[in-house]
Structure formats: structure tokens, C-alpha cells
């Protein structure tokens, strides 16, 4: 039983009078004895909470900073009307602020026998999976003083998917694709290795690109052209270890390489490239194989989605033998990891070498902005510290990158907001050089 602030209000009263006037047990009885009965009688007239039936509809995947519907339908079968206050539980993550977790209380009237739906608006702080919490119902009765109350498990799951600001960069780089592809420019030699078609001889053509036996067929001067590469493999390998753990402003480490990796994923599908994924650090988090271009989109942000980091440090020759065994032929392999010195040199560059033997290798790291900052601070004792220590966290990192290009490994470091971009950009020269 749950009473009311009404309850309280007519108890004070009828009670202060008494307390003034004549105090004593008799006044007291004589006011709380009604009141007890009313509170009694408006219980046993509210409509039970045990028999009330529960579904739920609406939606199961947002992206992040979206925000998402899910209708409760409330259903009485009992005989009496119910007068209702419906508190919705969902974990705190499912909003941005708190008082936004107000959208989850709801008051309603359900006659006997009928139905009613309620919306509750979820906004997301947070990747990863929201399971719905107990369903509270406060039954009031027709005074108001007095309330069954009870919870119901409803279950419902909202996929919460990451928000792939990037796209805003694939117009951009599918034009520059275009270019390589030939659909938008007239191709030349050096911007592909795969035969496309013949064309007639335009000033300026590369000699060596002639076709003679075409040109002794036709009255003209026949040129080959040539298209980027395409069907080739590519696999990301997102690296879920402690560095990934870290953030860069508001935004975790493995945000951000998400969010290239989903801006590569698009661009590659559309260049007729196949992809597929791999989250690991001591062991696959999750996989993503063998989709088809239409789908492998859409696969890769599902599966990314409840993909958290974990506090250990990712194992190199697991991570090296993962990839080898998951690109049985020749393909790019991008690892998404960090740039610090000691993960590095302990971990990956002793397995480099079986890595770059048979595949192109690419590395994408996201970097602090904060430590350029840092930098060019100048003008007190605390701010030379803090340039120092900037200066040298820089100097690491250009340290470690130039280690990885001395094994040939193609390095893509930049900020959260520049690494979507630039990756895609690398991709493209691999493509228009032909490494890939």
C-alpha cells in the first residue's frame, strides 16, 4: 500500500484542531478512525496491479545522439477502472541529462476491459545495448488517498549504434573515387593496374600506353586505359585493448577509430573492395565476415555496437595470427590502434615482419590535440612544463611512426576529427598507386 500526499494533508487537519481545541485520545480517535477507514476502502477500490497486462512495440536501434520511441500498451481485464501512475525504468545511460529521465513516468485512466499505449522517448548517452528495467504501476483508488503499487519485467532491447559522424566526408572522397574509377575523368596510365578500355590517342598520352596491334586494326592511334583495382580484400582490425580505453576530449579512443572504420567501409564497398572486421584484444569481441557490399555497412555498425574496451593489454602475436588466418590471400589489413611507444615495440614490431611479408599493412592512431596544445604554451613555469611534456609526447609518437615505415608500414596518425578523413584519403593514394 502507497498513501498519498492527500492522505497526509487531511491527517494534519483534522488532527491540529483537535491538538489545539481538546487534546487528547479520544479527538485524535475520532479524526483518524474515518480517515483510516476512507484510506481502506479506497484500496480495496483500486484496481488491482497482479492481472494488469503488459506488450511493448517501437523501436530497437538509434544511433547515438538520436533518440528512440518505445510504446508500453497497457491492458485491464479486471472490473475496475484504473487510475494509474506508470513509472517506465530504463538505465540512466538512455538519456543525455537527468531530467530527461522524466519521459519515463507516465499518468493514465484504462477502463475495464480496454487498453492504452504510452511513449516513452529515450536519448541515448552511450553506446552499446538498453535492456528495459521493472515496469512500476501505483493503482490509485477514487479518492485518491491510498494506491496498490507493484512492478512487471516487460523486456525490451534498444541498440544503441555508433553515431558515424563521418559520412560527412563521403561525397568528397567518392568523387575522388570516381576520378580514379574513370567515370568522371579521362583515366591515364599510373592510376590503376587493371585493363579497362581502348581510346583514341589525345595529345599528351603516355607513349607506353599505346596498344600497336589495336592501332594497326583502326585508322587511329589506340591508348589503353586502366582502372583502379577491384574485389580486393581488406580487413580492419579494431584493437580493443586498455589504449583504446582512453579519450581524446569527449570521445573514447575506440569511438573514433569506429568511426573511420565505418567511413572506409562505405568508401571500399563502393569501390567494388570487399571487408570485414575484427575486434580483438586478448580474443575476437566480434567478427564481421563475408557480407556482401549491400549489407556490410549496416553489419558492421550492428556488430560494433555493444563493443566495449577492455582493461588488458592486447596480445600482438594473437592479434598478428587472428589477422593472417582471417586474409588468406593478399589483402590491406588496417589496424586501428594506438601509437604509444611500449605497446608498440614490446608488442607489435616484433610480429610486424609476418604481417608486411604478405599483405599491405596500415596503421591508424588517433592523437591528442590537447598535446599541441601543450606545446606552444609559454609564459609561466607551469606552462614550459606542460610544452615540454607535449613536445616529448610528440616527438614518441613521430619516433614510433617512423619505425613502422621502416617495415613498410603505411601510418595514418591524426585527431579524432581528422582521422575518418585521412584514412580514407590513404586508402585512396594505396588505390591510385596501385598497392592495393
Not at 500500500?1 to 487531511?10: E, F, I, N, S, V
Not at 494534519?12 to 476502502?41: E, Q, R
Not at 550492428?302 to 598478428?320: C, F, I, N, Y
Request: hydrophobic fraction near 40%; proline fraction near 6%; charge should be positive.
Amino acid at each position: 500500500m502507497a498513501l498519498t500526499g492527500r492522505t497526509a494533508l487531511l491527517a494534519a487537519v483534522g488532527s491540529l484542531p483537535v491538538g489545539i481545541l481538546t487534546p487528547s485520545w479520544t479527538g485524535m480517535l475520532a479524526v483518524n478512525a474515518p480517515l483510516s477507514l476512507a484510506i481502506l476502502c479506497d484500496y480495496l477500490l483500486a484496481a488491482p496491479v497482479r492481472t494488469l497486462r503488459f506488450t511493448r512495440s517501437g523501436d530497437t536501434n538509434v544511433r547515438l545522439g538520436d533518440s528512440a520511441d518505445v510504446q508500453l500498451t497497457v491492458t485491464n481485464p479486471s472490473r475496475r477502472l484504473l487510475r494509474a501512475q506508470i513509472r517506465d525504468a530504463w538505465p540512466p545511460s538512455s538519456w543525455t541529462s537527468g531530467p530527461d529521465q522524466t519521459a519515463s513516468r507516465h499518468k493514465l485512466t484504462v477502463p475495464t476491459g480496454e487498453r492504452r499505449r504510452v511513449t516513452t522517448t529515450l536519448r541515448p548517452s552511450r553506446r552499446g545495448d538498453r535492456q528495459a528495467d521493472r515496469v512500476t504501476v501505483r493503482s490509485y483508488g477514487p479518492l485518491g488517498l491510498a494506491a496498490r503499487q507493484g512492478s512487471h519485467h516487460v523486456p525490451w532491447t534498444v541498440r544503441v549504434l555508433p553515431p558515424f559522424t563521418s559520412r560527412k566526408h563521403l561525397p568528397s572522397r567518392l568523387s575522388r573515387l570516381r576520378e580514379l574509377d574513370g567515370r568522371t575523368s579521362v583515366l591515364i596510365r599510373g592510376e590503376g593496374t587493371e585493363f579497362d578500355s581502348l581510346r583514341e590517342y589525345v595529345p599528351g598520352d603516355d607513349t607506353r600506353s599505346i596498344d600497336w596491334r589495336a592501332t594497326a586494326r583502326q585508322s587511329m592511334v589506340a591508348v589503353r586505359t586502366w582502372r583502379p583495382e577491384r574485389d580486393r580484400h581488406i580487413l580492419l582490425v579494431l584493437d580493443t585493448g586498455r589504449t583504446s580505453a582512453g579519450r581524446v576530449g569527449d570521445v573514447p579512443r575506440l569511438d573514433a577509430a569506429m568511426d573511420a572504420a565505418l567511413l572506409l567501409t562505405a568508401l571500399a564497398s563502393r569501390a567494388g573492395d570487399r571487408v570485414d572486421l575484427i575486434a580483438y584484444d586478448r580474443r575476437i569481441r566480434t567478427r564481421v565476415q563475408g557480407r556482401s557490399t549491400s549489407d556490410v555497412l549496416h553489419s558492421m555498425v550492428d556488430a560494433m555496437a555493444p563493443l566495449e574496451p577492455e582493461l588488458v593489454e592486447t596480445d600482438a602475436r594473437g592479434l598478428s595470427s587472428t589477422a593472417l588466418s582471417n586474409a588468406p590471400r593478399r589483402s590491406l589489413i588496417v589496424l586501428l590502434t594506438g601509437l604509444d611507444a611500449a605497446p608498440i615495440e614490446e608488442g607489435l614490431l616484433p610480429v610486424l615482419p609476418q604481417l608486411t611479408r604478405r599483405h599491405t599493412v596500415l596503421v591508424a592512431s588517433v592523437s591528442d590535440p590537447r598535446a599541441a596544445e601543450m606545446a606552444k604554451g609559454r609564459g609561466s613555469a607551469q606552462a614550459v612544463y606542460e610544452a615540454a611534456a607535449g613536445t616529448q609526447s610528440q616527438a614518441q609518437r613521430r619516433h614510433t611512426a617512423e619505425q613502422l615505415q621502416r617495415h613498410g608500414v603505411t601510418v595514418v596518425d591524426a585527431t579524432p576529427e581528422d582521422l575518418a578523413p585521412a584514412l580514407a584519403d590513404a586508402y585512396l593514394a594505396l588505390k591510385s598507386s596501385g598497392r592495393l
